[in-house]
C-alpha cells in the first residue's frame, strides 16, 4: 500500500533588523527537492547555465519583495545559506534582502504549483511578538505579513 504524501511546504522567516534581510528555513518533502533537482537540472543543462538553480527557484517563487522585469531595478537579493536533510524532509536556509532595505509587508509562495495544484505553504513569522502564522495555497499565494494569525490567539497581529 502507497500513502499519498501531504503536499505541503513550512517556512520559517523571521527579520533581522542589523542585516535588513529576511531570514528562512522552509521545510520541504525530500521527494519534492528530487523532483525540482531533476526539473531544474534538465533546464540549466539545456540552457548551459550553471547557477545555483535553488536562488535562481526561489527568486521567481518565493517572494517578499516584487519581481525585476522589463524597465524595472532589481527589488532583492537573495543568499543561499545551505540545505539539511532531516528524514523525510530537508531544510533550505536562505536570506532574502530587499533593496531598499525596508522590513517587506508581504510575502508570495508559489513553489511546487507546477508539480501539484493543492499545496499548502504554512508561514510561520518569528520575532518579538511570539509567532504568528498563514497559511498560502495555489489559489492564494500572496499575503500581507499583518494578516497572519498569533497562534495562541488566532486573532490577526499587526507585524
Known sequence: MLVHPVHETVAEIQWNAKTHRMEVALRLDILDEQWL???HSQATTKSGAT?????????????VTEPASSGHPLTSS????????KGPHVWWYFEIEP???TKPEW??????????PN????????????????????????ARLDQAKDD?????TDS
Open 78 to 85: 537573495y543568499h543561499w545559506i545551505g540545505r539539511e536533510q
Open 51 to 63: 547557477q545555483n538553480w535553488h536562488l535562481k527557484y526561489l527568486e521567481q517563487k518565493f517572494r
Open 152 to 156: 495562541r490567539t488566532n486573532k490577526a
Open 119 to 142: 499545496y499548502t505553504h504554512r508561514i510561520l513569522i518569528l520575532g518579538d511578538l511570539g509567532k504568528r502564522s498563514l497559511n498560502l495555497t495555489t489559489r492564494k499565494n500572496k
Open 107 to 116: 510575502i508570495q509562495q508559489r513553489m511546487l504549483e507546477d508539480r501539484e
Open 37 to 39: 533537482a531533476k526539473t
Open 99 to 101: 533593496t531598499d532595505k
